[in-house]
């Protein structure tokens, strides 16, 4: 698939932007693969799930495929591949790094490492190549990049909260993956599922219907924070909302410091 002129220039941002080296003290780190694609016009679009109802934390929440740094990994960059086979089997070999982001903290307080990349050879229409984990990933889907931008009014909205000595802007997307997903095993097939889904307002656990209506999973919280940055870095411009919360802290240097101070002689026991 061709990309078109703004998804040439988006990928390029994307690949000039400096590598971040952070300066967390912690061993217990954990990346996520932010892994995007063309569609059928030539935009760009990321790959998410939906985690499995069977996990322990986080269930039933989109996000991107990822998980802890296991002692074999040479580098997060491995983590976030390995995982994103294990999850998703989206091969290694499939995806070029771009960049790699600066850490954000989870609500769990877990030193998360976003790594950017490319799938040259995949298109959305292959979509249906990746298979769901069962004992980790109910659906996976795609969104498109810049939708994270210039959402329509309806399907965004926002809360601040106080965290970490600061308010906290938290966004929230609804309707996301309508177009494009593929669905998990259930207990009723041992077949990967394509098809219309419904959600209610405050799950993200998908039900199969027989109508058309545009329909989705909402994404919200940290996996939300990253599409609007990674988008923010790729298109050169700021979203048509109001990002942050009067006062926020963002500068990432001053979150790891105050991070260290905190939390780091417990997260590293």
């Known amino acids: 698939m061709k990309l078109n002129e703004k998804s040439v220039k988006a990928l390029e941002n994307l690949r000039n932007y400096p590598r971040q080296v952070d300066s967390y003290l912690t061993s217990r780190r954990s990346a996520v693969l932010v892994a995007l694609l063309a569609n059928s016009e030539g935009d760009l679009e990321v790959i998410l799930t939906v985690r499995s109802s069977k996990l322990r934390t986080n269930a039933g929440d989109s996000a991107f495929p990822g998980g802890k740094q296991d002692p074999e990994d040479v580098d997060l ?77 309806e399907d965004h909205a926002c809360f601040d909260m106080s965290w970490l000595h600061s308010e906290h802007r938290i966004h929230r997307f609804e309707r996301c993956g309508s177009h494009n997903y593929v669905l998990g095993e259930t207990n009723d097939a041992s077949e990967k599922t394509i098809g219309i889904i419904e959600t209610t307002a405050t799950t993200a656990t998908p039900t199969i219907t027989n109508n058309q209506m545009e329909v989705g999973w909402p994404v919200y919280g940290m996996t939300a924070g990253l599409s609007i940055e990674v988008a923010r870095i790729a298109y050169q411009r700021e979203p048509d909302y109001e990002l942050y919360a009067p006062g926020q802290l963002i500068d990432t240097k001053q979150m790891a410091t105050l991070y260290n101070k905190e939390f780091a002689i417990r997260s590293s026991l």
């Not at 490319?118 to 996976?140: H, K, Q, R, W």
């Open 77 to 153: 960059i491995a983590t976030a591949k390995r995982e994103a086979m294990e999850e998703v089997r989206l091969l290694p070999s499939e995806t070029q790094v771009l960049t790699i982001l600066a850490p954000v903290l989870s609500r769990h307080l877990l030193v998360v490492t976003p790594i950017v990349v490319f799938c040259p050879n995949m298109t959305t229409s292959d979509l249906s190549s990746l298979y769901p984990n069962p004992g980790e990933v109910a659906a996976i889907f795609t969104a498109p990049l810049e939708y994270f931008l210039n959402p329509r009014p």
